[in-house]
Every structure is written in structure tokens, then in C-alpha cells.
């Protein structure tokens, strides 16, 4: 199975809270999980400007692949999606903001109309002593190099 090509932004606000989405499988709606923006290349994109992209039409925050921090890490990862194995090679870019989300300024797609659930801050502490399903699973590491301001040389490759 060819890997299909994704970029994720790890998105945080003036308190250092990421902002992470709770999305469902649409065979299976108990399967749900909370994760960070971020979705397939088209054609020709660079990871950045995958990264960019993915935020404005999620979100409806826009900014230039080069505003983006990063990229921070690298994951491979395989999982079943509505019947469907995939295999996807994810590059993991951060931006910060103090602006609202206005989510009325989102662009989904149908299916992203039917799985995700819902868009919500979470604050370190409360990742650290949830029970839900959060990805990546590394990104408690990836908050902490954006509000340290250190990028690595060789993006991290991550689970």
C-alpha cells in the first residue's frame, strides 16, 4: 500500500494550549479519537504548504507555508478509517496564534462534515491526565519544543 502524503499543525494559543479535534469513524462512531489539524497533500504541495492549507480550510486561520515552525517530527502510521486501510506519512509543523477560531470561516469536505465531532483547547495538565484516545501520541513533546522555541535540525520521527 502506496503511503498517501499528510501534514499536521500543531496549533497553539497565547496560554500554550493546542487545539485538538474529536473525530469519529463513520462505520464505527464509538471509535473516536481527538487529533491535531492537518489532512492529504494534492498534487504537487510541499508538506508546508499541505500544513498551511489544512489550517485555513479547518479552522479558517490562514497563514504562508514560511510563517509555519517547522517541520518538527515525521510519523508513519497505519489505520483503518471507515473500512478502509491507510497508510500515511505525516509531517508535523506548529503554528501559534491569538486569534479566535472562527470555525463559520472553515472549509470541510463532506466527509469531514460527518467526522468531526468537535474543535477544543486543552491545556497541558489536561492532556497529561485524560483518558481519551490522543494523536500523535508524542505531542506533549512537540508543545514543548514550539513553547521552547527550538526546532530540530532533522525533524523527530514520532509514534
Known sequence: MKPRKASRVVLLNE???VLLIRARDLLTPTHQWWMTCGGGSELGESAAQTAAREL??????????????????????????????LHQHETY????TNEDIELEDAVW????????????????????????TIYPKDLLNLMDLVTAGSVPDVPLVID
Do not use: N, Q, Y
Open 109 to 132: 469536505t463532506d466527509i469531514e462534515k460527518r467526522s468531526l465531532l468537535e474543535f477544543r483547547w486543552w491545556s497541558r495538565e489536561e492532556l497529561m491526565a485524560t483518558t481519551e
Open 56 to 85: 485555513a480550510e479547518e479552522t479558517g486561520l490562514e497563514c504562508e507555508p514560511g510563517e509555519l515552525i517547522g517541520p518538527l517530527a515525521t510519523r508513519d502510521e497505519v489505520f483503518e478509517f471507515t473500512e478502509k486501510s
Open 15 to 17: 496560554r500554550d494550549e
Open 93 to 96: 509543523f506548529a503554528f501559534r
